[in-house]
């Protein structure tokens, strides 16, 4: 990065008076240039001694060379050959981070209330001091202390000595994003037992009393419907986010990495832990199954993807278009609209994880939850939402928001909108949410997905109870 070289741009080599221009020196003590704003036509450069102009527009490109000097740097800088952009101050292009987040998820939340494993493997200072004791004496006595911290035996100390030895807890599996969804749905699902208030990831499963509230509603309601779809309600009370940054990019996607500490010799990349709440809900496996074989959707579907793929797009985790993705995060957009609006939260301030169908296990879940940087986590109003009757209000404003938008029949019948063309029946007025929110840019986004098409074939997901 450097400073505009002006003078450098007010002068351009070729034309009309270039000479006299040569001979004109840029002077830093004196307001000689002017940037003229001529409207329609853009903008223009101009220098008030030699009277020489140049067109100055948005997106200029400039050969980096020697021009790129600092006022007060007299050393001369490489050549480079690449061109520079002219970019203003706040523009987003300047640093564009990549990051990458995860939950905290069982064993390592469960520092006070795990097994001996748990805890020792989850304290890098209790290891070191092992690891630094190097005579028996020393270890012995390194091993007795840590033995009255976490309230064990000596023996339970090296039984989990070895279980770390041998891999603890990944036992030498190698961790990809997809993996890593797939642990934290399973821990979403899975209910702990005795679960302490302080621990890092705590769940109160809804899921028996959401099910028993099919009772008290009257058969082939839409109500009915979405209790017999979601198969598990369930509210985090506590949850822990960490986002990694692992560099920054400028100019867009396009750019390289840059690593967090510029030069790439750190070992290590910083991060920050965020601490929240959430509702989760999973979607019912028969039911999805049998909508999603339906041919008409795998055409749509398809449709995205080769325009997905053109783009090069790429998000962390790795999306795999279809149309359950689309479903899914169709969903979650319209529950994330739907709490701003009756619950009060500012939309960007929540955020979406989806999990969905990658590796083994079949996955359909969307998890909203809060998340900021203070240990105290947020004031318990989302966990709240997720209790069985409010739940199901939300859920059937979600559905009925999905049938129409105020830009409609133009909406719902868009070829592609958005950001190369990536989003169909979704826009500003009825499925976008602020840019902090969405995990995937804004864009596969369609609510025909959830609404179906008489005209194409599409059959509604709730249809399926028809
Ligand atoms: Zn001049
Ligand atoms: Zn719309
Ligand atoms: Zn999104």
Redesign the pocket.
């Known amino acids: 990065m450097a400073d505009v070289p002006w003078h450098f741009l007010a002068h351009p080599k070729e034309g009309k008076g270039a000479q006299n221009q040569q001979q004109c020196r840029a002077d830093w003590n004196d307001p000689y240039l002017r940037l003229i704003d001529k409207g329609a036509s853009g903008r223009q450069l101009r220098c008030e001694r030699c009277k020489a102009t140049s067109d100055f527009g948005d997106n200029l490109q400039i050969r980096y060379g020697k021009t790129r000097q600092q006022p007060w740097i007299r050393d001369e800088a490489e050549a480079i050959d690449s061109l520079a952009m002219v970019l203003e101050i706040n523009d987003a292009r300047v640093h564009a981070p990549q990051t990458c987040n995860a939950l905290v998820i069982p064993p390592e939340s469960r520092i006070r209330k795990g097994s001996v494993v748990d805890r020792l493997y989850s304290s890098s200072p209790k290891l070191k001091k092992i690891e630094q004791a190097k005579t028996p004496l020393a270890r012995k006595g390194a091993l007795n202390l840590i033995a009255s911290e976490l309230r064990c035996s000596v023996p339970q100390i090296e039984d989990a000595l070895n279980e770390i030895g041998k891999g603890y807890p990944l036992y030498g599996e190698n961790i990809t994003q997809g993996i890593l969804l797939e642990s934290e749905y399973q821990a979403l699902c899975d209910a702990l037992p005795d679960v302490a208030d302080d621990e890092d990831f705590v769940t109160s499963h809804h899921t028996q009393d959401w099910k028993a509230l099919i009772r008290t509603l009257p058969d082939g309601t839409k109500p009915g419907k979405i209790i017999k779809a979601v198969s598990q309600l369930i509210a985090v009370n506590r949850l822990k986010e960490i986002v990694v940054l692992k560099g920054f990019k400028r100019l867009g996607q396009e750019g390289t990495l840059v690593p967090p500490d510029i030069v790439g010799e750190s070992t290590w990349l910083p991060a920050l832990e965020l601490y929240g709440e959430g509702v989760f809900f999973s979607l019912n496996e028969d039911l999805l199954g049998r909508w999603e074989s339906h041919p008409a959707l795998g055409e749509r579907s398809n449709d995205f993807r080769r325009r997905f793929a053109a783009t090069g797009l790429r998000f962390d985790p790795e999306v795999i278009v279809t149309p359950r993705f689309l479903l899914l995060?169709t969903l979650?957009?319209l529950l994330?609209r739907q709490l701003e609006t009756e619950a009060g939260y500012p939309a960007a301030s929540l955020k979406?994880r989806?999990y969905c169908t990658a590796g083994k296990l079949p996955m359909s879940g969307i998890l909203v939850y809060v998340a900021v940087p203070d240990v105290v986590g947020s004031l318990g109003g989302l966990a709240e939402l997720a209790t069985p009757e409010r739940f199901l209000l939300l859920l059937s404003s979600v559905f009925d928001h999905a049938e129409w938008c105020s830009l409609d029949p133009v909406c719902s019948e868009h070829g592609g909108q958005g950001p190369s063309l990536l989003n169909r029946a979704a826009c500003h007025v009825c499925a976008l949410?602020p840019e902090p929110?969405?995990?995937?840019?804004?864009?596969?986004?369609d609510r025909t997905f959830i609404k179906g098409d008489v005209a194409t074939g599409m059959p509604a997901f709730l249809s399926g109870f028809d």
């Open positions: 995060h979650a957009h994330i979406e989806i949410i929110s969405c995990a995937y840019g804004n864009v596969l986004l």
